[in-house]
C-alpha cells in the first residue's frame, strides 16, 4: 500500500494534505525559531525538508511568513508546489559537480 501511496503522485499528495492538518516541526525548533525571530524580517529558509515535515512548518502556516524550502529531490520540490500557498517557494538546489552553470539566485523571489 506505502509503495503505491509513493508512486501515484496524486495520490501521494492526498496522503500529504491528510498529515498536513496534524503535523509539526520535527523536534522543538519551531518554539527556538520563534523567538531568534521575533524582531526579524518574516522570512525563512529551510534545507533538506519533507513536504509535510521540516523545520520551519509552523512558519509556514503563518500567514505572516515567506519561505524558500530547497532540497536536492525534484519530487520532494514539486510536491509543496501543490501543497503549500504561493508565499511558500520551493526550488532544487542544483549539483554543481554535474553542471558547470552557474546556480540561479535562490532568494531572488524572497
Not at 35 to 43: G, H, M
Not at 52 to 73: H, K, M, Q, T, Y
Request: charged residues 30%.
Amino acid at each position: 500500500m506505502g509503495q503505491l501511496i509513493r508512486n501515484n503522485t496524486a495520490l501521494r499528495r492526498l496522503y500529504y494534505r491528510s498529515r498536513l492538518l496534524r503535523s509539526a516541526s520535527e523536534a522543538d525548533e519551531t518554539n527556538i525559531i520563534s523567538k531568534l525571530a521575533r524582531d526579524a524580517p518574516r522570512t525563512f529558509v529551510d534545507f533538506g525538508f519533507h513536504p509535510i515535515e521540516f523545520n520551519c512548518i509552523v512558519l509556514a502556516r503563518n500567514p505572516d511568513w515567506r519561505g524558500l524550502l530547497i532540497d536536492g529531490s525534484k519530487r520532494q520540490v514539486d510536491d509543496p508546489r501543490v501543497l503549500w500557498p504561493e508565499r511558500i517557494n520551493s526550488r532544487i538546489f542544483p549539483d554543481n559537480r554535474k553542471s558547470q552553470r552557474r546556480p540561479q539566485p535562490l532568494l531572488e523571489e524572497i
